[in-house]
């Protein structure tokens, strides 16, 4: 008991000091735990990065992530994104940031590009 009141008597004598101490405790913690969140989320990415991409089926409607979508049309996630930001790509839906697309905007995209029988005839659509 003597100790402590010892110690509040110190406190007491010196606010200044264990005020500006207890801040330089808390900003360490916040720095520790800033690097563990870090640390933490380069392991999250790393691992993402080297998933390969997922399609997810529900209900007979697939659900394309940007990369799965653009390894199924054979183009790159580049170019995927460049016709999403330009309205010449299929209809999608984000959730959150990310984006996705389904098999039933796939199609009406598809469908909307129309079919070809010969170049002449494409460019006959285009004129």
């Known amino acids: 008991m003597k100790e402590i009141a010892q110690l509040e008597k ?9 005020a500006e101490q207890a801040k330089e405790d808390a900003i360490e913690n916040l720095k520790t735990s800033l690097y563990d ?10 691992a993402a990065a080297k998933a390969p991409p997922k399609i997810v089926q529900k209900d007979e ?26 309205g010449k790509g299929p209809k999608y839906f984000k959730d959150g940031a990310n984006v996705f697309y389904t098999s039933t905007a796939l199609k009406e995209w598809a469908e909307s590009k129309g079919a070809n029988q ?7 659509k285009a004129n």
Request: no cysteine; proline share 4%; net charge positive.
């Open 61 to 86: 409607i697939e659900i394309y992530t940007p990369a799965a979508l653009a390894k199924k049309l054979k183009v790159t996630t580049v170019a995927l994104n460049n016709w999403r930001q330009t």
């Open 37 to 46: 969140l870090a640390d933490n989320l380069f392991k999250v990415l790393a």
């Open 10 to 18: 110190i406190v007491k004598e010196n606010p200044d000091f264990f």
């Open 118 to 124: 010969s170049t002449a005839e494409y460019f006959s």
